[in-house]
């Protein structure tokens, strides 16, 4: 199964923090968001997570450059929703089954 985190968004309900790292990257005790995400989704049998990106994008892919628990695709695309759901196409992993769709941070 795949899974898809939507990790674009801007944030502007968390500003100023959005400011200077996007809200998926934003850190719950020693973890970010998405570090914890991708990790559960692991432990569930998870493997294929592909990351939706759009603002900040270079810091998402920076973190999953250098994370210890990720081997994930990172996609950057426009800013509309619906460019995120055909991120998988994006990536040449499409998607053809049922999978997993997950905001970064709600």
Request: proline share 4%; aromatic share 6%; net charge positive.
């Amino acid at each position: 199964m795949k899974a898809i985190i939507l990790a674009g968004g801007l944030g502007t309900r968390l500003k100023p923090f959005t400011e200077v790292i996007p809200k998926p990257l934003l850190p719950i005790g020693e973890s970010s968001v998405l570090e914890i995400q991708i990790l559960s989704l692991k432990k569930h049998g998870i493997k294929d997570i592909i990351i939706a990106t759009n603002y900040m994008a270079d810091y998402v892919q920076a973190f999953l450059g250098t994370a210890r628990s990720t081997a994930c695709a990172c996609i950057q695309q426009g800013a509309a929703a619906a460019g995120h759901l055909r991120a998988g196409d994006a990536a040449g992993e499409g998607i053809d089954r049922a999978f997993f769709l997950m905001n970064g941070i709600s």
